[in-house]
């Protein structure tokens, strides 16, 4: 199985950049949907955006559309998040999930068809 280790959390102004990276073990990386997640005080986990094992496909929330870019490295066995012209509403923690073994993309961002996450990392926009 899959375990995560995400970073590149921290605390930055709105407008600025933050790159998250989630580094995977195990040897099905390459078999998993990687999504990112992200939970808000007081609020549900919301989807924020996943990527296909092979990487050719990639699904973003409408929030983040044109500002956050994932990707990933199958021989380094990391998915990355960039974010750009972040805003205070992306004040959450973030997680990323592995799911092995899917078929099709019509579950992918829902957080409760992944098998794997990890422990989060926290991401703070000041105003």
């Known amino acids: 199985q899959v375990r995560l280790v995400e970073s590149g959390g921290g605390l930055v102004q709105a407008g600025g950049s933050l790159r998250l990276s989630c580094a995977a073990s195990?040897?099905?990386?390459?078999?998993?949907?990687m999504g990112w997640f992200r939970q808000a005080p007081g609020k549900e986990r919301e989807f924020v955006a996943v990527i296909t094992r092979d990487g050719g496909s990639t699904y973003y929330a409408d929030s983040v559309t044109g500002r956050f870019t994932i990707s990933r490295d199958n021989a380094k066995n990391t998915v990355y998040l960039q974010m750009n012209s972040l805003k205070p509403d992306d004040t959450a923690v973030y997680y990323c999930a592995g799911r092995e073994n899917y078929s099709g993309t019509y579950y992918l961002k829902r957080h409760d068809y992944y098998n794997t996450w990890g422990q989060g990392t926290q991401v703070t926009v000041s105003s």
């Open positions: 195990g040897r099905t990386f390459s078999r998993a949907a």
